[in-house]
């Protein structure tokens, strides 16, 4: 698929996740293989009045390139002053959550309440396209409620405004997470707008990511939850749609070895306070389903540094031989 003139590698993008799809975790996603990854949300009203901390959820290193960034507000010149600066860290999109079903996002105006008001959401994204350079791409949901199933019509306005892509997670606001996954939605967006759809929610396999694109013939993936504690997802979808080989999992010595690493570039980037505390949910991720992980969870969610977490992975290790 091609993202405005860039050619992306590889059948799936890394989802934008809060509070997990940081710089580090982008960068273990890159190296396993994800064709872009797209930072957390960041509020485009926090960037343009220099929030530090969204200045600091901004920052694109090398390693983790192709990255997008995304922004989310219902303002259009601050969406598009936030685009300007999001461009400026040489990412190669621009993209628009509009799909945020939190209080504290869509309460305000931003996020999946712009699916309710499609008029608005088509001139943030307008002012954006016209504000930047590189490829500006939406990212929605089927609707806001099974009484208000619109992306079709959303999708054809922000393609109208200049949208390059759409990405479409196929359930409404008020299903949040959990209901299957309506692909039904994605394949008539696909067959609606001329621009890349990329098929997003519940792709945690070959097996499901092989199921989004048959059901929907969306151009590309894009993988969330499935790539949290397994971010060689990436790569083993990759493998299977260019050979047809299913790539065993990775051994338990690597997968180690992935959390040590991801972990070691969270406390670089974080400090050792902040980055061994947000270890612990990726380190229950890693270790979910192994032989004993019930027995490691009470360590995990004390650990406090780098020593204590390789042993522990050592006696993961240790108990799965
Ligand atoms: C912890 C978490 C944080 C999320 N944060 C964002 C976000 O910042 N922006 C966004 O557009 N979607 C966000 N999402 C939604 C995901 O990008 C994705 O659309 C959704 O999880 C469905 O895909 P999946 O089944 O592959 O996880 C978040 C999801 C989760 C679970």
Request: net charge neutral.
């Given at each position: 698929?091609?993202?405005?003139n860039?050619?992306?590698?590889?059948?799936?993008?890394?989802?934008?996740?809060?509070g997990v799809?940081?710089?580090?975790?982008?960068?273990?996603?890159?190296?396993?293989?994800?064709?872009?990854?797209?930072?957390?949300?960041?509020?485009?009203?926090?960037l343009t009045?220099?929030?530090?901390?969204?200045?600091?959820?901004?920052?694109?290193?090398e390693?983790?390139?192709?990255?997008?960034?995304?922004?989310?507000?219902?303002?259009?010149e601050?969406?598009?002053?936030a685009?300007?600066?999001?461009?400026?860290?040489?990412?190669?999109?621009?993209?628009?959550?509009?799909?945020?079903?939190?209080p504290?996002?869509?309460?305000?105006?931003?996020?999946?309440?712009?699916?309710?008001?499609?008029?608005?959401?088509?001139?943030?994204?307008?002012?954006c396209?016209?504000?930047?350079?590189?490829?500006v791409t939406c990212?929605?949901?089927s609707?806001?409620?099974?009484?208000?199933?619109?992306?079709?019509?959303?999708?054809?306005?922000?393609?109208?405004?200049?949208?390059?892509?759409?990405?479409?997670?196929?359930?409404?606001?008020?299903?949040?997470?959990?209901?299957?996954?309506?692909?039904?939605?994605?394949?008539?967006?696909?067959?609606?707008?001329?621009v890349?759809v990329?098929?997003?929610?519940?792709v945690?396999?070959?097996?499901?990511?092989?199921?989004?694109?048959?059901?929907?013939?969306?151009?590309?993936?894009?993988?969330?939850?499935?790539?949290?504690?397994?971010p060689?997802i990436?790569a083993?979808?990759?493998?299977?749609?260019?050979?047809?080989?299913?790539?065993?999992?990775?051994?338990?010595?690597?997968?180690?070895?992935?959390?040590i690493?991801?972990?070691?570039?969270?406390c670089?980037?974080k400090?050792?306070?902040?980055?061994m505390?947000?270890?612990?949910k990726h380190?229950?991720?890693?270790?979910?389903?192994?032989?004993g992980?019930?027995?490691?969870r009470?360590e995990?969610?004390?650990?406090?540094?780098?020593?204590?977490?390789?042993?522990?992975?050592?006696?993961v290790?240790?108990?799965?031989?």
């Amino acid at each position: 698929m091609k993202l405005g003139n860039y050619e992306l590698k590889g059948s799936a993008a890394l989802a934008p996740m809060a509070g997990v799809t940081d710089r580090a975790f982008r960068e273990i996603c890159i190296e396993y293989g994800a064709s872009y990854v797209t930072s957390e949300m960041i509020s485009s009203k926090g960037l343009t009045m220099g929030d530090r901390k969204s200045g600091f959820l901004m920052t694109i290193g090398e390693k983790e390139m192709p990255a997008s960034v995304q922004i989310f507000g219902c303002e259009p010149e601050t969406m598009a002053e936030a685009a300007k600066l999001a461009e400026q860290t040489g990412c190669i999109a621009v993209d628009i959550n509009m799909g945020c079903p939190a209080p504290k996002v869509a309460g305000h105006g931003g996020g999946a309440a712009l699916m309710k008001n499609p008029a608005l959401a088509a001139e943030i994204a307008n002012t954006c396209v016209n504000a930047v350079k590189i490829p500006v791409t939406c990212k929605i949901r089927s609707g806001w409620d099974d009484d208000n199933i619109n992306a079709v019509e959303l999708a054809k306005l922000l393609v109208q405004a200049g949208a390059s892509a759409i990405t479409v997670h196929g359930r409404t606001r008020k299903q949040m997470y959990s209901p299957p996954v309506n692909y039904d939605i994605i394949r008539k967006v696909k067959d609606a707008v001329p621009v890349p759809v990329i098929g997003n929610g519940d792709v945690t396999d070959i097996e499901s990511a092989e199921f989004m694109l048959n059901e929907t013939g969306c151009d590309h993936l894009m993988i969330g939850r499935g790539a949290l504690g397994t971010p060689w997802i990436f790569a083993r979808i990759n493998e299977y749609f260019t050979s047809g080989k299913i790539l065993p999992e990775p051994g338990i010595e690597e997968k180690m070895a992935v959390m040590i690493k991801h972990i070691g570039l969270l406390c670089e980037y974080k400090g050792d306070y902040v980055g061994m505390r947000e270890a612990r949910k990726h380190a229950g991720w890693y270790i979910k389903g192994m032989r004993g992980a019930a027995t490691f969870r009470r360590e995990i969610g004390e650990l406090e540094t780098m020593d204590q977490l390789k042993k522990l992975a050592e006696r993961v290790i240790e108990s799965a031989g």
